[in-house]
């Protein structure tokens, strides 16, 4: 495409205003185009995944879309926006499953691990980690009781919040270390071996988000959201 | 002539002799051949119908009948057959009938019809009919007989039937705009007889909405065209017009019909020859060529915003039927486009009602006529609208747009916009359906995805996350780090503290230059002065050396120093400095002054200083 030959060298940043600046006059393809560019030099972020999902949506590649969303969400696991056209975007595939439903409590604790991305967690726990021992160094030095004794509890406290704000973040990272991926191509039969020749226990269609479990030579394990396994070919499938 | 057919012709002529010899010998005898006509009614008057018969009371054949000229065949000949026997007695009679109808008014005679009755040609005579005015009868342009095509143009008698009867679909324009109407015309031409026709497969028209010509003539109606140069009788089977539904070269498929033609067969009948021609009958199954329509798509440049593809010449006119009505009451708005053009294709115009009131789907009533000309006619749309609360409501004037094929442009029609006066209404508190509180639901029109984030790219490498680098993991102990050193520092500190011996040692040093800065400001107070010369002095060997100031005396001092390898010599300076202190202290007479005094001591604890 023209335009990424021709900016091939150009900042990641004005690449993106650029890009948006298409969009904004519907010409996805050229946004696109820039958007990809962004993600070839080497950089990304939620807000591109996030464009890039829109564009392919407009121009109406819904698996597309849904793989940059999901990109888009393991980098802001809390961004409401990222999460409705997810939503949007599901309606509109030919599989409409029923997902299992969560319990409450893993439910909110779901959220609680997903309410900020990983990096700023770690920030979070360095932030608790330093002050922990900011007021522990207090406390060895402090002479009065008063002081000696509050500054070991906040000390304690701190310790303990960075722990959890670590904890978090590997829950984070366990949950995201999860493959999952997005099918391409339609319609896909789910076999129940990996072979060509086994029994097809499912049709899917392009756009559905599976659980990868297993992978293979040429074939995958996976998981619907509706708890159903099997196994489709590779190149059916795009990990997120 | 050739030999050999004038042979057969021979033998024929000698049949046909002997033949009629051999029935000579009875028939002749037994009765008088009668060839008659008859007419029903000599007196008839235009479009009244009636019948003319003739009759011979014998077998014949070859019957030719008369020109019909001023007279519209119905039907005929009706052909019956009669045979009577009695006592060996055989009569035969055969009858021919035609049902006629008069065209032109005036005295018409039909002419005479011929048969050849045993080797007889017989004729009847003419029939003078009178005609008068009556119904009008629907004529050609040429005056000549309807359904009864012009003979002299099937006296030839054609070698090959596909030059002398085929169709042909014709079209008034082949470049149209998609949505322009087109009149179709599937059309007969012929340069012989039929008798009879039947349409085999009419085309499905793919590609375009038709709307078939309704004629209200049953029959057809031929005329005289040239077409290449040769005379034809034409008839227009059937007109249909057609709406273009996409652009590009649309092809209309072949339009077939089976006839039956009567063509005149050639005979080598000598007798044939003579009396004129013999006439067959043949099936004959025709289709006309293909026709491709070239549609062009409407031009996208200036293309109206509200525009639904109404193509032709129109106008609008949009009404209410009142402007001032009480709440909950009906007000009608009426919208009626009139023109020619694909009217039934129109969409759903769409009215801007002001919000509050309540609408309804309009009701569509056409009046709308078909004819050669084209589709014209009016589309009425109905709208009942009801107005829920009082106020004042402007309702937006209607646009109406459509593509004008003959000047290639968009017209904007516009209607008016009008205002409606709302009174309160009677019987406000029976509307339940509106809640008390006036709210609605907000009204969900459509879902769209969220709008791109349009703020800071906020770009990190790929692959890369800070959590999983080797820089938080550092970071994160550098905390604990930090306390650990912070606490062991903490704790040599207080190791050191917790041994006073040295504490006292280290600070002596420091308190003696105190006691001496004191004794330096009592300069001249002599007993001040000389005691806090020797408090310093005590005081210091006191931390210096670990011993209670209780126990410190000449001698423990002197031990100790010694102990601790300090220079004898300065032993004896500092006892020597002690001694002269206390004395000072009680008598007035010194060997040394207050000034040297003071400096002796310094210099004695600047030099333990340095060796303990």
Same mark, same amino acid.
């Given at each position: ?240 | ?282 099936? @004959? ?95 009425? @749309? ?81 692959? @890369? ?148």
């Amino acid at each position: 495409m023209l335009p990424v030959l021709a900016l091939g060298s150009a900042q990641p940043d004005s690449l993106f205003k650029k890009a948006n600046e298409q969009y904004a006059k519907a010409r996805y393809r050229e946004a696109m185009g820039y958007y990809r560019s962004i993600v070839k030099g080497g950089q990304h972020s939620a807000p591109v995944y996030f464009n890039m999902g829109n564009a392919s949506y407009k121009l109406g590649d819904l698996p597309s879309a849904l793989l940059y969303y999901e990109k888009a969400l393991q980098l802001a696991p809390n961004d409401e926006d990222i999460k409705a056209n997810i939503r949007l975007a599901n309606s509109k595939i030919r599989d409409q499953i029923e997902e299992v439903p969560e319990f409450f409590m893993s439910r909110w604790w779901t959220s609680v691990y997903m309410s900020y991305p990983a990096d700023t967690i770690a920030v979070i726990s360095l932030l608790f980690s330093f002050s922990g021992s900011l007021f522990l160094i207090i406390y060895f030095f402090a002479y009065r009781t008063a002081i000696k004794k509050t500054s070991f509890f906040i000390s304690l406290s701190c310790y303990a919040l960075g722990l959890f704000s670590m904890f978090i973040l590997s829950r984070q990272a366990s949950y995201f270390e999860q493959q999952y991926g997005i099918v391409f191509n339609s319609p896909v039969y789910v076999k129940s071996e990996p072979a060509e020749g086994s029994k097809s226990l499912m049709l899917i269609h392009e756009g559905l988000k599976v659980k990868i479990l297993e992978v293979g030579q040429n074939w995958v394990k996976v998981r619907l959201a509706n708890g159903n396994e099997g196994w489709i070919k590779v190149v059916d499938l795009k990990g997120i | 002539m050739s030999l050999k057919t004038g042979k057969s012709v021979m033998y024929k002529r000698i049949s046909y002799i002997a033949m009629v010899l051999l029935f000579c010998t009875k028939l002749i005898f037994a009765q008088d051949l009668r060839f008659t006509a008859a007419v029903s009614s000599t007196q008839v008057a235009t479009g009244e119908q009636f019948e003319v018969s003739f009759a011979v009371n014998g077998s014949g054949d070859r019957f030719t009948p008369p020109d019909f000229n001023g007279f519209q065949v119905l039907s005929g000949p009706n052909v019956s057959n009669s045979m009577t026997s009695i006592n060996g007695n055989t009569t035969v009679s055969n009858a021919y009938s035609y049902i006629l109808v008069a065209v032109k008014e005036g005295t018409i005679t039909i002419g005479s019809a011929s048969m050849v009755v045993n080797g007889r040609r017989l004729v009847t005579n003419p029939i003078k009919m009178t005609v008068l005015k009556g119904q009008p009868v629907q004529r050609n342009q040429n005056n000549s007989p309807q359904n009864a095509q012009d003979n002299s143009i099937a006296d030839e008698s054609p070698a090959d039937l596909s030059k002398s009867l085929f169709l042909r679909a014709v079209a008034d324009q082949t470049n149209v705009y998609q949505g322009q109407q087109v009149l179709l015309t599937y059309r007969l031409y012929t340069r012989v007889g039929i008798v009879d026709s039947r349409l085999d497969k009419l085309p499905d028209l793919t590609g375009f909405w038709s709307q078939d010509v309704k004629d209200n003539q049953q029959q057809a109606q031929w005329r005289v065209e040239t077409y290449k140069g040769q005379k034809y009788n034409v008839a227009d089977v059937r007109q249909s017009i057609l709406f273009a539904e996409h652009s590009g070269n649309i092809t209309i498929a072949p339009f077939e019909m089976t006839f039956i033609a009567r063509v005149a067969a050639p005979s080598n009948d000598i007798m044939d020859q003579f009396f004129g021609s013999s006439y067959k009958d043949v099936k @004959y199954n025709t289709k006309s060529p293909p026709l491709v329509i070239h549609v062009k798509p409407l031009p996208q440049n200036g293309k109206p915003a509200g525009f639904t593809g109404a193509v032709g010449n129109f106008t609008m006119t949009a009404d209410p039927d009142k402007t001032e009505l009480r709440a909950n009451e009906s007000l009608s708005y009426q919208v009626k486009v009139t023109g020619s053009g694909n009217i039934k294709l129109l969409k759903d115009l769409t009215v801007n009602f002001p919000p509050d009131f309540e609408k309804y789907d309009p009701k569509i009533t056409d009046t709308i006529t078909e004819t050669a000309k084209g589709v014209s006619g009016t589309r009425l @749309y109905s709208f009942l609208v009801i107005p829920r609360h009082q106020g004042d409501y402007t309702i937006d004037p209607l646009q109406f747009s459509y593509f004008n094929p003959v000047t290639g442009k968009y017209v904007v029609l516009a209607g008016k916009s009008f205002k409606i006066k709302v009174n309160k209404g009677t019987a406000e508190s029976n509307v339940t359906a509106f809640s008390a509180s006036g709210k609605e639901d907000v009204k969900i029109l459509d879902k769209d995805i969220r709008y791109i984030k349009t703020g800071d790219a906020d770009l990190s490498r790929t692959g @890369y996350s800070f959590y999983r680098s080797i820089w938080y993991l550092l970071m994160f102990f550098a905390g604990p780090v930090a306390c650990i050193a912070a606490f062991i520092y903490r704790n040599r500190e207080r190791r050191n503290n917790s041994d006073v011996v040295k504490v006292k040692s280290r600070k002596a040093g420091k308190v003696a230059s105190r006691h001496l800065a004191i004794a330096e400001k009592q300069l001249g107070n002599r007993n001040e002065f000389y005691e806090a010369i020797f408090k310093g002095l005590y005081g210091y060997l006191s931390d210096k050396l670990n011993i209670s100031v209780a126990e410190l005396n000449r001698e423990s001092i002197g031990e100790n120093l010694t102990a601790r390898n300090i220079d004898p010599q300065l032993i004896s300076q500092l006892l020597t400095t002690l001694d002269t202190c206390e004395m000072a202290r009680y008598s007035p007479v010194t060997s040394m002054s207050e000034q040297e005094v003071l400096q002796q001591s310094k210099n004695i604890i600047n030099r333990i200083e340095d060796e303990i």
